[in-house]
């Protein structure tokens, strides 16, 4: 069993950052691979940023590619997602998922909400223009 707990979401100005985390509880954090979703009020749940169990790969959707950064920190149990030059269609609540991974170190990231089993309850971020 693995919990999911995001934190760091809030509101910034278009243009501006904010960093978001996903702190994991539970065993053998380190071979799961992480992902990061999105849904905006009245649209459907969205692929964001994904990352494998290694760290070693990792995926983005076109939309947020040379603005967004997904990284972990094994040691620590978390995943991080860095939104630079944000925009207000980036407003959504942003939740994080888990799934085991067993793959080699560059197993491809898990994009379809489907192969995740574990979801944090997500943080609202939102972006005002």
């Known amino acids: 069993q693995v919990q999911l707990v995001e934190s760091g979401g809030g509101l910034v100005q278009a243009g501006g950052s904010l960093r978001i985390s996903c702190a994991a509880s539970?065993?053998?954090?380190?071979?799961?691979?992480m992902g990061w979703f999105r849904q905006a009020p009245g649209k459907e749940r969205e692929f964001v940023a994904a990352?494998?169990?290694?760290?070693?790969?990792?995926q983005y959707v076109d939309s947020v590619k040379g603005r967004f950064t997904i990284s972990r920190d094994n040691a620590k149990n978390t995943v991080y997602l860095q939104m630079n030059s944000l925009k207000p269609e980036d407003t959504a609540v942003y939740r994080c998922?888990?799934?085991?991974?067993?793959?080699?170190?560059?197993?491809?990231?898990?994009?379809?909400?489907?192969?995740?089993?574990?979801w944090g309850q997500g943080t609202q971020v939102t972006v005002s223009s």
């Open positions: 539970g065993r053998a954090y380190s071979t799961y691979a």
């Open positions: 998922a888990a799934a085991q991974d067993w793959g080699n170190v560059f197993s491809l990231p898990k994009v379809l909400p489907a192969e995740y089993r574990y």
């Open positions: 990352i494998n169990w290694s760290g070693r790969s990792t």
